[in-house]
């Protein structure tokens, strides 16, 4: 399913590279979502990037921790602790997206120039999902420098956070903090048995 979200993913962003007015139609905007009621805007922004780079990183990123998850769900689901485990994939990668959208509704909803593309808000819930699960497994920054993951997600969470207080680019802060909050939360929602097992492994020290 994670290959299938991709490819879906890349050609639809590619298709829509130098196409204005469709990729207009479908990325993010409150003030359009809240006034006129174009809820498909929830979804479809997800599958709008605005460079090359913006599109690989993302892919890159959910390839890699979505490969991860989803084979960790199967073997959940195997055991008996998840049912239905592509379905829950596609709940933290969509309802990542879908959430950080749902929460900026009150912030931008009366600003028609506020508007956001881009698969980032599912791509970091599944990150965040991964980190739940494997907190200390090694995520490699600029694909070099291996971090713990759960040192990692703190310190993104705080860089997310002050970028999204100083609010002096274009990229939409706010939706990488509500989608890594929703995809850590998630696991916890549907078994809260997913609890103890994320206590058990942070207190695995790798050092101990």
Known sequence: MVTVIVVITALASIYLFGRGDIAGRMAFSAYRVVH???FHRLVTHMFVHGDWMHL???????????NFIEELFGYLAVGGQM??????????????GITSALLSLGRNKDNPYSVSIGASGG???????????A???MVYLFGMVP?????????????EMRAAQRANDNI????HIYGALF?????????FDFVGMFLHSFWQFPWR
């Open 172 to 175: 939409d802060h706010h939706a």
């Open 83 to 96: 049912h239905a485990p592509t379905l829950h994939l596609l709940m933290v990668y969509f309802g990542g």
């Open 123 to 133: 791509v970091a819930s599944v990150l965040f999902a991964s980190i739940f699960f």
């Open 135 to 137: 907190p200390w497994q």
């Open 36 to 38: 006129q009621r174009e």
């Open 56 to 66: 690989i990183v993302n892919m890159m990123v959910f390839w890699s921790f979505g």
């Open 183 to 191: 995809g850590f939360v998630y696991p916890a929602l549907i078994n």
């Open 147 to 159: 971090i713990p993951g759960i040192i990692a997600g703190v310190g993104y969470l705080f860089f």
